[in-house]
């Protein structure tokens, strides 16, 4: 037996010198299939003599013996592999296996060595279709069996067998023994790949059973119909025998049909790479499943950086990033496209997606995907491409969101150390003056309206004129740093007593009661018409300027319009621009619309919920 | 408390004005209280915060309390808010409020629907000349409101007040704007370089295109006063 499968091995690689050049040049395969139709259409001619009508006839023979060596050649030119030279070859051997038929002695003698060539041929392409070769160990033992008995042990039957047509090697006649136990053999052995090809179905993936389906289908009805034929009666039976024919001949055009299949497998691959980089990251998932055919699929990403994401989530106290940075040390495991840990299941098989020498994902997948290997790594493959894309669009949004958020707190802090020195102004400095000027008040009016020094009279009332300075300025002061009634009594009192406080001729628009508002929100509006209205005053010429704040929808919109003599510019080296990162870290927006003559509006746009 | 005790005395009197103060400067407290019982005002009590003033107005029933805008402990509005409070419990004290800067929108809430015996002052005006003028005035229910308030009335202030106003000459508006600050007649005579009459004058042309009822002389000032500072 192990000679056996070595010879059959050792006959393997002889076909595989065959399959050097076919493979290689796209000649080699229609060369050999041309071959062997010369080759049996000499078989045929030589064979015509003995056909019997009701089973084997010449045109019968010939269209499956064309048809393999036909559909072959057309699998090979669509789809290279060895798929077409299988198919080929069953062709050829089903040609070798009539010779047998030959009513001359030679041919037939000839034909005896080879009559059993067709089926292990087709045991073989059962077995390694659709791929065109064999994949596990049990596969290889069987059809290694398969040759050993029909290409040498038949063969060295062939002294013993004794036919119809002269046998000119008989030795003896030992022909029904050798009918009865090949029979035996063809029972184990039909058993045996039948095992083997139900298993493969059970397995198998939606997409891979698209690719079977033509030649199981084929293959049963064929089985069932060959099974029947003996035990039948005769009328029936002979109507069982036009199907099993019909099987037979088609089952050559199932192969191709298979064969094609698996290319349209791929056009689905194609498909995929197609619609991908227009997919959300939500739909990546249904794309990739529908194109391996499995509905559980599920892509795990690998953990992002936990201080990354601890620090892009805004809100990131002392306390929550010192956390997330112990979390980073710990082990990198799997996340779903929300970012929820993924742990694979008992029954998950995990395929990564590479991309260069980084894993860009992982799929999560059902085992029986793997006997699809070809499609699993053309998807795999496409999905990489978008995967990476995805993970460095979350990367550099992650980092946007992170440089965003923290513009927000640069400016809440900013408000906060303003809103700080206003109430340390009032409460400190300017508390203190007016006590001072209060108790000189009282050392003035013990002084007495006619004090007895006049010059120190004076000097307290200078004393005091000096405080009451200091005091203006002061007040003035803290309002330029922050008013208090923006804190104290909101956006809209706090834009009036802006346009009380302004020389030049100020209407705040009135407008219904602005709700309540973000701190950082009415600041950056209040700061923007305190800019614009400032502008307006020195430059503009303006007889009116106008303010208007108004809530639309979720954002708050504030207009400073004025009549003046226009041409202003953003761009220009005014305040204003300072103030537009202010707006933008805001979400916001600030334009200037400016036409010589017409005057210029400046307006602020800002959400009221921040980034 | 024996200090206020004395001072409850004596101002029972001489029929002083009984004052209540609060504010969270002690030292600012204590130089005030000095300043208004040299003048010939009781001081009955004094408060650091707006629950203190509340409980000492509720025990003392003072002619009028002097407030601190801000107080513990936010140091926002407390002052402004016990005031509205007292004013509504207490309308026959008067409510003086004083802070360091004046907001026209606190001055709506404050004065409400009555500017009887309330005054709203920068907190510099402690140590000017007017000052216990305008205690006395508050407390014997009269009004007295900051110049300073005056231009930003004006100058910002709603649609409907400017409209109001506009049926009043450029001289009656600067009456107007003396009498919201509590001065007499005679005291705007001297304050525009006018005689009494003519004031008296302007002051009769007011309260007609205003068309203010025809009640008491004090009742309309008042009513002048607040069209005036009111009408939103």
Redesign the interface.
Known sequence: MARGVGIAARRDRAWGWHTVDPVRGRCGIPVLAGAGAVFGALVLWVSDSGRDADTTTTTFSGLVGGLYLLTGTVAHLRRPGRLGLRMVIVGIAWFAEDLQVSVHPVPHTAGLFLRSAASACLVHLLLAFPEGRLRARPERVLVGAVYLISLVLVPLGVPFYRSLTPNLLLVADHSRGQDALIDGVQVVFAVAVGVVLTRRWIVATPPARRVLAPVYGVGLVGSVASLLHPVLATPTAMDVNEVAHLATLALPVAFLAGALRVRLGRTAVADLLLALPRQPPAELRDLLARALGDPTLRIAYPRPDDAGRGAASASASASASASSGAGAGGAVGFVDADGRPLVPGPRDAVTPVRRGPRVVAALLHDPALRADHHVLHAVTAAAALELDNQRLAAEVRAQLAEVRASRVRIVAAADEQRRRLERDLHDGAQQQVVTTSLVLRLARDRLGPEPSDPELGALLRRAADGLDTALTELRELARGIHPAVLTEAGLLPALRALAARSAYPVRVVDVPALPALPDRVAATAYFVAAEAVTNAAKHAHAGEIHVHARVHGDRLLVTVADDGVGGADLDAGTGLLGLRDRVAALDGTLAVHSTPGTGTSVHADLPLEGP | MTAAATATQNASAAGATRVVLADD?A??RT??A??LE?NGCAVLAQAGDADGLLDAVERCRPDVAVVDI?MPPA???EGLRAAVLLRRRHPGTGTLLLS??L????LDDLVGDSARGVGYLL??R??GPDFVDAVRRVAAGGCAFDPEIV???A?????RRRDELAALSARERQVLALMAQGRSNTAIAGELHLTTRTVETHVRSIFQRLALPDETEHNRRVLAVLTYLRSV
């Open positions: 400067s030292l600012f130089a005030l000095d300043l040299r801000r140091q926002r509005l360091q800067h907001e026209v929108a606190h907190k510099d402690v140590s231009p930003l009335l100058g910002g202030g709603g649609r």
